[in-house]
């Protein structure tokens, strides 16, 4: 079954910018789109379609896709920003979703 | 503003069917544009995607759980239902019924999101 990677942990210091990757071999036909999901709540949708913001998400928060690899950035992290950062696609038929397997953001 | 909310039991005996019902409200189930899927995440793990439904009953599931998962949904009760059965202790988690966005050109993709019920599965 189709899979997304991502690393277990990304760590920073507040201000500095945070990469959150995401591999998958459908990701150059597949759009990516990234969740934030902080301890004992639903995910929230930050970036959609690769490099969309929806409304109420602060403009640090991008996206970007390179080959098979999505990128969230968060330049100028800042500590409200720790939490756990969920890449999602589909397959390549569209029709099977999957999420990889999550980035726990640290930033002290 | 729609809202999703999940409900049914919180505890269900190991081989037993879990059965779940998200029910919309402040908007309607019957739209083109969207469809209706549910979510899981075990304690401490991460998200896995279970299966997607549109309101004419067509759906997608996880092949990982296909043969265990039925979606259904009621229109005329705005709600939409999970069932999985032969559950086991690994099927232990927080379940999240959602609102999927997107369009015949796009992807679909989760929205919005029920704040999640979590269900043991034990003895």
């Known amino acids: 079954s189709y899979e997304l990677t991502q690393a277990p942990s990304v760590s920073v210091s507040p201000g500095q910018t945070a990469r959150i990757t995401c591999s998958g071999d459908?990701?150059?036909?597949?759009?990516a789109y990234w969740y934030q999901q902080k301890s004992g709540q639903a995910p929230v949708l930050v970036i959609y379609?690769?490099?969309k913001r929806p409304s109420g998400i602060p403009e640090r928060f991008s996206g970007s896709t390179s080959g098979t690899m999505a990128t969230l950035t968060i330049s100028g992290a800042q500590v409200e920003d720790e939490g756990g950062y969920f890449c999602y696609s589909t397959d390549n038929a569209g029709n099977h979703g999957v999420f990889g397997g999550g980035t726990k953001l640290t930033v002290l | 503003q729609l809202q999703l909310q999940e409900s049914g039991p919180r505890l269900v005996k190991p081989s037993e069917t879990l059965s779940l019902t998200c029910t919309v409200s402040g908007g309607s189930i019957s739209s083109s544009s969207h469809y209706w899927g549910w979510v899981r995440q075990p304690p401490g793990k991460g998200l896995e995607w279970i299966g997607s439904?549109?309101?004419?009953?067509?759906?997608y599931y996880n092949t990982s759980l296909k043969s265990r998962v039925t979606l259904s949904v009621d229109t005329s009760r705005d709600q939409f239902s999970l069932r999985l059965s032969s559950v086991t202790a690994a099927d232990t988690a927080v379940y999240y019924c959602?609102?999927?966005?997107?369009?015949?050109?796009?992807?679909?993709?989760?929205?919005?999101w029920g704040q999640g019920f979590l269900v043991t599965v034990s003895s």
């Open positions: 439904l549109f309101f004419t009953g067509t759906s």
């Open positions: 379609e690769d490099n």
């Open positions: 459908a990701l150059p036909k597949r759009y």
């Open positions: 959602a609102r999927e966005t997107g369009s015949a050109t796009s992807d679909f993709y989760f929205d919005l």
